[in-house]
């Protein structure tokens, strides 16, 4: 059965950091851009960070910029997102989607809308309080 798994969430303080892991189980994940996707209570579910398939470009969303780094090991299957300098409004539930990627043209390519991706994971809760 194929899937993915986060993991890495927890509670931390303001200023504290957290790395996060999607791992993939049933495929290889090489063929993918992954996105991680946030949603706290009562709001929609936002694109925070998303990695291409060839690993070679990355994005952002403004409010994470120069605080998050997305990367993957494609040798473990995995792709983490490291979370430092953290505020309270980070706290949600955190998603890691994957969409298979068949056009070379877009092997540079990934975006942040959840309408782009077709497999994701349970979640991971990020909660961010002193």
């Known amino acids: 059965q194929s899937q993915l798994v986060e993991s890495g969430g927890g509670l931390v303080q303001p200023g504290g950091s957290l790395r996060l892991a999607c791992a993939a189980s049933?495929?290889?994940?090489?063929?993918?851009?992954i996105g991680w996707f946030r949603q706290a209570p009562g709001k929609e579910r936002d694109g925070v960070s998303c990695?291409?398939?060839?690993?070679?470009?990355?994005n952002y969303v403004d409010s994470v910029k120069g605080r998050f780094t997305i990367s993957r090991d494609n040798d473990k299957n995995t792709v983490y997102l490291q979370m430092a300098s953290l505020k309270p409004e980070d706290t949600a539930l955190y998603y890691c989607?994957?969409?298979?990627?068949?056009?070379?043209?877009?092997?540079?390519?990934?975006?942040?809308?959840?309408?782009?991706?077709?497999?994701w994971g349970q979640g991971t809760q990020v909660t961010v309080s002193s």
């Open positions: 049933g495929f290889t994940l090489d063929r993918y851009a």
């Open positions: 990695i291409s398939s060839s690993g070679g470009r990355t």
């Open positions: 989607a994957a969409v298979r990627i068949d056009y070379s043209s877009l092997y540079h390519y990934c975006g942040l809308k959840v309408y782009e991706y077709h497999s």
